[in-house]
């Protein structure tokens, strides 16, 4: 497989489950990203890990809890999340490289409902 | 409070005439603009980028243009095609490859009509 694939597309769960979602990139990079994508809201950035260091966390709620165990794989474990957490999430990679551009490559996105 | 901001939600072309998505941004910090292209079901894909000490680039059909003074970039799609349809996000970042961070815009879905 090439490029950056995301497990499972589609996830419905209850406030009271936990589950994962899994984001493999195969492009060599070093940077990965969760954003989250509401509906007619912008792309929220919500993690960044950078060669498995996380870089960034954007205020994110701690029932979002990431894990990078290496520069290729990014999980999402979730617990207790609320009806407002549904939304379309995104993963993404990149390599940085000095002074040359953040080009990011996204995944497809697992469709995430929370009943 | 929005940094970039795609203010049509959407808009409608003919097959063979310039599709043209405009974004602004409020950042005076940003130096580094991207365009991604988004299908129904896909993850956005990288499309054109510029950079601020540039205020032209062009790829083929696409072409960015960007007017720091207005703070405003647009992109021209010429000739539009019918597989040109998808939503359209605007994205920048401050300091170019050493900030990880892109600020997205809402998408403009474009249309393109046979």
């Known amino acids: 497989e090439t490029g950056v694939t995301q497990t499972p597309r589609h996830l419905v769960m209850g406030m009271t489950n936990k589950k994962s979602l899994k984001c493999e990139q195969h492009?060599?990079?070093?940077?990965m990203y969760w954003y989250k994508q509401s509906a007619k809201k912008p792309l929220e950035l919500m993690f960044v890990?950078?060669?498995?260091?996380?870089?960034e966390n954007n205020s994110v709620p701690s029932r979002f809890s990431p894990e990078c165990p290496n520069s290729s794989h990014l999980f999402l474990h979730l617990h207790t999340l609320q009806p407002e957490d549904s939304a379309l999430y995104l993963c993404?990679?990149?390599?940085?490289?000095?002074?040359?551009?953040?080009?990011?490559?996204f995944g497809p996105g697992t469709r995430l409902t929370v009943l | 409070d929005q940094q970039v901001k795609q203010n049509s939600p959407s808009l409608s072309v003919q097959e063979g005439r310039i599709s043209i998505l405009n974004c602004d941004y409020t950042?005076?910090?940003?130096?580094?603009f991207l365009w991604y292209k988004k299908y129904p079901a896909e993850g956005p894909t990288f499309l054109i980028s510029?950079?601020?000490?540039?205020d032209k680039n062009e790829d083929g059909r696409f072409t960015v243009f960007l007017n720091k003074s207005a703070k405003h970039l647009s992109l021209h799609i010429v000739p539009s095609q019918p597989g040109d349809s998808a939503v359209y996000f605007c994205?920048?970042?401050?300091?170019?490859?050493?900030?990880?961070?892109?600020?997205f815009g809402k998408g403009t879905l474009l249309t393109v009509n046979p």
């Open positions: 890990y950078n060669f498995k260091e996380q870089t």
């Open positions: 950042n005076s910090m940003f130096d580094y």
């Open positions: 994205a920048a970042s401050v300091g170019g490859g050493s900030n990880y961070k892109l600020t």
């Open positions: 510029i950079s601020s000490i540039k």
């Open positions: 993404a990679s990149s390599r940085p490289r000095d002074w040359a551009y953040n080009e990011q490559f």
């Open positions: 492009l060599g990079h070093n940077a």
